[in-house]
């Protein structure tokens, strides 16, 4: 399979087959789950889900951390997604990574470029990190207003260099770009996902979730109506420039966002969450077995039983079956995990 083909498969969302997301609801199981390995970042992105005040206290070690991996992979995780923070600033990141490879699991990490020297980025090819790298603009000075911090572009582009010259992207080194959809770059996003698939670089374009810093920035914030443009003109590129078809959904342009269905989050002081968005713990990995934890959440059992759960619009839309909207704009929005989706621009009466 060549680059480009692999990157329909992940634009069109097949991951994890349908068979593998029908038999982890089924069986209460787990395909991927997200960790935050700590909430420290040198930058203060405008958008970030993160709030200002973030407590640093009492974070998880790394033995805890290891610990709750084994248990995912127990579960039947195959990946396990690194969130942070920013991961390349924690001290024990390659021990984390090593662990995840050493348990037969794929490893992606969320970075905004910090610390990805020539070494390090050999490194994570070398492991098959999957590497998601922040990419808002390819305006310096936006760049670094939205990142919050001075030479945030510089500091982007060198670890860009960095990973393409380590080997990235390839058959066996998947690489994406993260992008939020704001109103300062808006019209630049077509530009920039061009540029992407043409290095066969995943874009991925998301709807910004309206909690921690975004809460404070209202001048980020797109219509929905706008947004629906944006995600059809980006499917109209796809079609007839790459060949690639896919039907536009918030909250992620070419992309499904199922992941209640098969996935969880930890967050840095242990608490078990739906996402990053849906702000709701459940329960915490010292003091549960994370097992127990995903077998008794009433959360967790209403998001994988989304279609007799949800409501509104979401529930009768006829894209009902592989879309649910954002359940974290939702539960942000309305306090409410299971209600309609208030960014969908299937939702806004016109």
């Known amino acids: 399979m060549n680059t480009l083909e692999q990157n329909i498969r992940q634009c069109a969302g097949f991951d994890f087959s349908r068979q593998e997301i029908e038999g982890a609801v089924k069986n209460g199981r787990l395909l991927s789950m997200e960790i935050e390995l700590s909430l420290r970042c040198n930058f203060n992105c405008l958008y970030c889900y993160v709030p200002k005040d973030a407590d640093y206290d009492e974070e998880l070690s790394a033995e805890e951390i290891r610990h709750a991996i084994c248990q995912a992979k127990e579960l039947g995780a195959k990946r396990i997604i690194i969130l942070g923070g920013e991961p390349t600033i924690y001290p024990n990141l390659l021990d984390i990574i090593w662990c995840i490879r050493e348990q037969g699991l794929e490893a992606e990490m969320f970075t905004n470029g910090t610390g990805i020297t020539e070494d390090l980025a050999k490194r994570l090819f070398d492991e098959n990190v999957r590497v998601v790298l922040k990419l808002n603009t390819l305006d310096d000075a936006l760049q670094d207003m939205l990142a919050g911090k001075e030479?945030?572009?510089?500091?982007?582009?060198?670890?860009?260099?960095?990973?393409?010259?380590?080997?990235?992207?390839?058959?066996?080194?998947?690489?994406?770009?993260?992008?939020?959809?704001?109103?300062?770059?808006?019209?630049?996003?077509?530009?920039?996902?061009?540029?992407?698939?043409?290095?066969?670089?995943?874009?991925?374009?998301?709807?910004?979730?309206?909690?921690?810093?975004?809460?404070?920035?209202?001048?980020?914030?797109?219509?929905?109506?706008?947004?629906?443009?944006?995600?059809?003109?980006?499917?109209?590129?796809?079609?007839?420039?790459?060949?690639?078809?896919?039907?536009?959904?918030?909250?992620?342009?070419?992309?499904?966002?199922?992941?209640?269905?098969?996935?969880?989050?930890?967050?840095?002081?242990?608490?078990?969450?739906?996402?990053?968005?849906?702000?709701?713990?459940?329960?915490?990995?010292?003091?549960?077995?994370?097992?127990?934890?995903?077998?008794?959440?009433?959360?967790?059992?209403?998001?994988?039983?989304?279609?007799?759960?949800?409501?509104?619009?979401?529930?009768?839309?006829?894209?009902?079956?592989?879309?649910?909207?954002?359940r974290g704009a939702a539960y942000q929005l309305t306090g409410d995990y299971l209600a309609s989706d208030p960014l969908c621009w299937e939702n806004v009466t016109t």
């Open 151 to 326: 030479g945030a572009s510089k500091i982007i582009k060198s670890a860009f260099y960095n990973l393409t010259h380590a080997g990235y992207p390839s058959k066996d080194a998947f690489m994406a770009a993260s992008t939020v959809i704001c109103r300062q770059n808006v019209d630049e996003l077509p530009v920039i996902w061009k540029w992407l698939r043409d290095q066969n670089i995943v874009p991925y374009f998301e709807m910004i979730t309206p909690q921690g810093n975004a809460r404070h920035n209202d001048t980020l914030n797109i219509f929905p109506l706008e947004l629906k443009d944006l995600f059809i003109r980006l499917a109209n590129i796809d079609c007839t420039d790459y060949g690639i078809n896919w039907e536009p959904q918030p909250p992620l342009a070419g992309q499904r966002c199922m992941r209640h269905q098969f996935s969880c989050l930890i967050t840095s002081k242990g608490d078990v969450m739906p996402c990053v968005g849906v702000t709701i713990p459940v329960g915490n990995i010292r003091s549960q077995a994370l097992a127990d934890i995903i077998s008794h959440s009433a959360v967790l059992k209403d998001l994988r039983n989304y279609r007799n759960t949800i409501k509104g619009k979401c529930r009768t839309c006829e894209k009902a079956g592989n879309c649910y909207g954002c």
